[in-house]
């Protein structure tokens, strides 16, 4: 089969089962030899990191909750097989006429799709908020969460910067990390 007659389809599943549900179709579709009709099974997700319990811990997020993308051939019974899996609703149909037939996406937006998940994954860290000097910022973690201050160094490569504060009347330089203060 070539890779001409492949489309990129919207499936809808149900909300937290995105992956369970891309599991159910792969398996699916090794089982049954379906590899020349089903090539990708993709769910679009970003890096995010999140500070707790005073470490910075990475997290993937679902750019599309509720939402796979599929790249397939839906001819026969392929689109009724993957229709009927656990966790998956159907395809995005056109609500015109009654035979509701799955609408592929244009190239131009699987473009953006998949060209904005490889950005994501080549910036990895980038999306961190970097500084600059004078600029006021608010301490949101560590022993000094809630106090105010100015950025007085930067060091872009430890990701790490110098804030100045004041702790009883009394200016104090601190050594933070960038996920450790926001922006005022």
Known sequence: MSDNSKKWYVLRA???????????????????????FVSQVLIP????????????????????????????????????????????????????GTEK??????????????????????KEEENITPFII?????????PFNGFDGTVEEIFEDKKKLKVMVKIFGRKTLLELNFVQVIKE
């Not at 319990?53 to 939402?67: A, C, D, L, Q, T």
């Not at 592929?104 to 490889?118: A, C, K, M, T, Y």
């Open 14 to 36: 149900a909300g937290g089962k995105e992956k369970k549900a891309k599991e159910y179709i792969e398996n699916e579709v090794k089982r049954l030899n379906l590899e020349d």
């Open 45 to 96: 997700t970003e890096k995010i990191y999140q500070v707790k319990n005073g470490k910075k811990v990475s997290m993937e997020r679902i750019f599309y909750p509720g939402y796979i993308l599929i790249e397939a051939s839906l001819t026969g019974e392929i689109q009724h097989l993957i229709r009927n899996l656990p966790h998956v609703s159907g395809f995005l149909t056109e609500k015109s």
């Open 101 to 122: 037939e799955p609408v592929p996406l244009r190239q131009s937006e699987v473009n953006r799709i998949l060209g904005h998940v490889d950005e994501l994954a080549e």
């Open 134 to 142: 004078n600029e006021p910022v608010k301490v949101i973690d560590g």
